[in-house]
């Protein structure tokens, strides 16, 4: 069935399979009561996930300091993680119908966890970069996973408050990342911001056992290798090129990695047209909420993926701030965040998709802009100001990117959405990131401590720049609105 055609149908080839409990009935108008503890499971693997991504921005100077690297050339180890991130994502809904839900996520919260242990005892960056790689393939599965178990659960009346809950917690982990990670450079050891993640992932393996439910197909179709091969080949070989941009500059190298990622690209969209279960079903995209929300989120996160590190590195190195003071500027974020969450669903609702992104983009590619005008003489409450207005307007966007994605589609295909949904996303950031640093670098220059406040300036106007880009995107879309309910496919 084209995806044109999938909207209010109901699935024909998905069956759950029980294991140790009964087959799970449709979800009924209690359902969020009902799985409570599985909202709780899946808001603890994002916190545990963003709080990762987020925690090695503030110790970015003492790590870059103890392995005797440079502050910039620590974009790898981001950068490696969320590309490991966006490359893998693409295998959950396979391991999903193959193994069942309750094992994957399982097994992805245990990699994920041994992962955080091997960069709590690195000795190089390389080791950190390898490291984070292992984190990475665990982390690959917890989002969309997550997702896809709660679309399958969770009735769609309630889906957007469900998943404000657990976006909400996802948003506490990324910014108690940066003040966590903060207070433990300053009165501990850096090496503990990665092995906090260890007695976490263990308690979420009990309640993953008690809470997951096991979702699976009576017979998985075989994995689609080569599509996956291409997908990864044309994802490294980009990030390859910025990062290669963005150190030693080789014009012909970058051209080489460009050109590369560009035909196994072709090479991919080609494959996916002839495959009847494709890694990434491009066909998704004929779907117009899909291709706007996938296209919107990657404009979007390259231009502010990158600001929280920038940030760091403006107040500790540029403005002489600490670990732990730089950390407590994130706090205005998160307030700024939570507070305009219970308003989010009603403003789509007033507004529409359309309306309210449209302008809540161009919001946020000025509010990048405004940044520039901090300096190592500005008050710490007007920063604070900043960071506040930004977390707000952040989260509108955040939260009405990743529902668009699923208010046209049925839910027979919310794995595969979600899937190239958090591939995108994680995609972007690592472009993003990249992106943010190579920016940092070339302003910066040869200049000392204060060239990070010009370099700072320069790099978030040219990050608004590409973020008001995606404001175009979300233009194309129709009056879609979050209601009725019982059209809205979440996120």
């Known amino acids: 069935?084209?995806?044109?055609?999938?909207?209010?149908?109901?699935?024909?080839?998905?069956?759950?399979?029980?294991?140790?409990?009964?087959?799970l009935a449709p979800a009924e108008p209690s359902s969020r009561a009902r799985y409570r503890g599985l909202i709780w499971l899946v808001s603890?693997?994002?916190?545990?996930?963003a709080l990762d991504s987020t925690i090695v921005n503030t110790a970015v100077p003492a790590i870059?300091?103890?392995?005797?690297?440079?502050?910039?050339?620590?974009?790898?180890?981001?950068?490696?993680?969320?590309?490991?991130?966006?490359?893998?994502?693409p295998m959950s809904p396979w391991l999903c119908d193959r193994f069942g839900t309750r094992r994957v996520f399982g097994g992805a919260i245990l990699v994920f966890a041994l992962g955080s242990l091997l960069c709590g005892v690195a000795q190089s960056l390389p080791q950190l970069v390898v490291s984070r790689i292992i984190q990475g393939l665990g982390g690959a599965a917890l989002m969309p996973v997550g997702r896809y178990v709660l679309v399958r659960s969770i009735d769609r009346r309630e889906f957007v408050s469900s998943m404000t809950t657990v976006a909400t917690f996802g948003l506490l982990g990324s910014v108690f990342g940066p003040l966590l990670g903060g207070a433990l450079v300053e009165y501990t050891n850096w090496r503990l911001i990665f092995l906090i993640n260890v007695p976490v992932g263990l308690v979420g393996l009990l309640l993953n056992r008690r809470e997951m439910p096991d979702y699976r197909l009576d017979r998985?179709?075989?994995?689609?290798?080569?599509g996956f091969l291409l997908f990864a080949g044309a994802s490294a070989l980009c990030l390859m090129a910025a990062e290669?941009?963005?150190?030693?500059?080789?014009?012909?190298?970058?051209?080489?990695?460009?050109?590369?990622?560009?035909?196994?690209?072709?090479?991919?969209?080609?494959?996916?047209?002839?495959?009847?279960?494709?890694?990434?079903?491009?066909?998704?995209?004929?779907?117009?909420?899909?291709?706007?929300?996938?296209?919107?989120?990657?404009?979007?996160?390259?231009?502010?993926?990158?600001?929280?590190?920038?940030?760091?590195?403006?107040l500790q190195i540029g403005c002489g701030w600490s670990p732990l003071t730089a950390g407590l500027m994130m706090v205005p974020q998160a307030i700024g965040s939570i507070a305009v969450k219970p308003f989010i669903d009603r403003l789509l609702t007033h507004f529409g998709y359309r309306r309210l992104l449209l302008g809540n983009t161009i919001l946020v590619a000025i509010v990048l802009c405004a940044f520039a005008l901090l300096s190592p003489s500005t008050p710490p409450l007007v920063i604070a100001a900043f960071v506040f207005v930004y977390g707000a307007v952040m989260s509108v966007q955040y939260t009405s990117m990743n529902t668009l994605a699923y208010v046209d589609l049925d839910v027979k295909y919310a794995a595969m959405a979600s899937s190239m949904a958090s591939t995108a996303q994680y995609l972007s950031m690592s472009f993003g990131i990249a992106l943010?640093?190579?920016?940092?670098?070339?302003?910066?220059?040869?200049?000392?401590?204060?060239?990070?406040?010009?370099?700072?300036?320069?790099?978030?106007?040219?990050?608004g720049m590409i973020t008001l880009a995606a404001s175009w995107i979300f233009g194309r879309l129709r009056d879609t609105r979050a209601t009725p309910p019982e059209t809205a496919g979440a996120t």
């Open 1 to 23: 069935m084209p995806p044109s055609d999938v909207a209010n149908t109901e699935p024909t080839d998905v069956q759950i399979l029980p294991t140790d409990r009964p087959a």
């Open 220 to 226: 998985a179709h075989r994995f689609d290798t080569s």
């Open 64 to 89: 870059s300091g103890a392995l005797a690297v440079t502050p910039l050339s620590m974009r790898t180890a981001l950068t490696s993680y969320v590309l490991t991130l966006a490359i893998f994502i």
């Open 244 to 314: 290669t941009l963005g150190g030693d500059g080789h014009g012909l190298l970058v051209a080489a990695y460009t050109a590369g990622a560009v035909a196994l690209g072709t090479l991919y969209v080609r494959h996916s047209r002839r495959t009847a279960y494709p890694v990434s079903d491009l066909s998704l995209l004929k779907v117009r909420s899909v291709w706007v929300s996938l296209a919107g989120n990657l404009f979007t996160r390259l231009g502010v993926s990158g600001m929280y590190l920038l940030l760091v590195l403006f």
């Open 44 to 49: 603890a693997a994002f916190f545990m996930q």
């Open 436 to 463: 943010a640093s190579l920016l940092m670098a070339g302003f910066l220059g040869s200049h000392a401590a204060e060239g990070y406040v010009w370099a700072f300036r320069w790099s978030v106007i040219v990050m």
